[in-house]
């Protein structure tokens, strides 16, 4: 009867070191899943702040080239305001009466001419300038003297004043 406690107690100790084993065991398992949680829960920030950058820089994108249009759609609509203008100018002098126009050009030449012995060169398409619409001028103003060029400047109309 002597071999019953002692295998007993064998038994014991070998079921409370399996126990212990087991525990360990399960602590270790326990570690490695909240080690394998926290990885995954770091991963998925890391994912999910990267899908982030990256949408706010596909709207910065967006928005850029949305403001590049608006941009190039602005000048296209100034420059087609700008052309329109410079043609009613265009037509609003061609159509004026040839004496009116005479009077409007003696008026410029008046006030661009601003030193003495100044040189108009009218324009190739100008034909309202002449001697006569100088000399008038000159008659008008003290401060200046214009002659006029035999050189004509690329144009339909106007002049340009040289010193």
Same mark, same amino acid.
């Given at each position: 009867?002597?071999?019953?406690?002692?295998?007993?107690? $064998?038994?014991?100790? !070998?079921?409370?070191?399996?126990?212990? @084993? /087991? *525990?360990? &065991?399960? %602590?270790? +398992?326990?570690?490695?899943?909240?080690?394998?949680?926290?990885?995954?829960?770091?991963?998925?920030?890391?994912?999910?702040?990267? $899908?982030?950058?990256? !949408?706010?820089?596909?709207?910065?994108? @967006? /928005? *850029?080239? &949305?403001? %590049?249009? +608006?941009?190039?759609?602005?000048?296209?609509?100034?420059?087609?305001?700008?052309?329109?203008?410079?043609?009613?100018?265009?037509?609003?002098?061609?159509?004026?009466?040839?004496?009116?126009?005479?009077?409007?050009?003696?008026?410029?030449?008046?006030?661009?001419?601003?030193?003495?012995?100044?040189?108009?060169?009218?324009?190739?398409?100008?034909?309202?300038?002449?001697?006569?619409?100088?000399?008038?001028?000159?008659?008008?103003?003290?401060?200046?003297?214009?002659?006029?060029?035999?050189?004509?400047?690329?144009?339909?109309?106007?002049?340009?004043?040289?010193?």
């Amino acid at each position: 009867m002597t071999t019953t406690p002692v295998s007993t107690k $064998i038994l014991a100790e !070998a079921d409370e070191q399996a126990k212990q @084993i /087991l *525990a360990e &065991a399960e %602590q270790q +398992v326990q570690q490695i899943q909240d080690q394998a949680q926290k990885e995954i829960d770091a991963l998925g920030r890391q994912i999910q702040d990267e $899908i982030d950058q990256a !949408a706010r820089q596909e709207q910065h994108r @967006i /928005l *850029a080239g &949305a403001r %590049q249009t +608006v941009t190039t759609e602005l000048l296209r609509a100034k420059h087609q305001i700008l052309d329109e203008v410079h043609a009613a100018a265009g037509k609003a002098l061609t159509d004026m009466p040839p004496e009116q126009y005479r009077k409007f050009l003696l008026d410029l030449l008046k006030k661009a001419a601003f030193s003495t012995n100044q040189t108009v060169l009218p324009a190739e398409g100008e034909k309202n300038i002449d001697q006569q619409l100088l000399d008038q001028a000159n008659q008008q103003s003290d401060k200046t003297t214009l002659q006029l060029s035999a050189d004509r400047v690329p144009g339909s109309g106007g002049f340009l004043i040289s010193t």
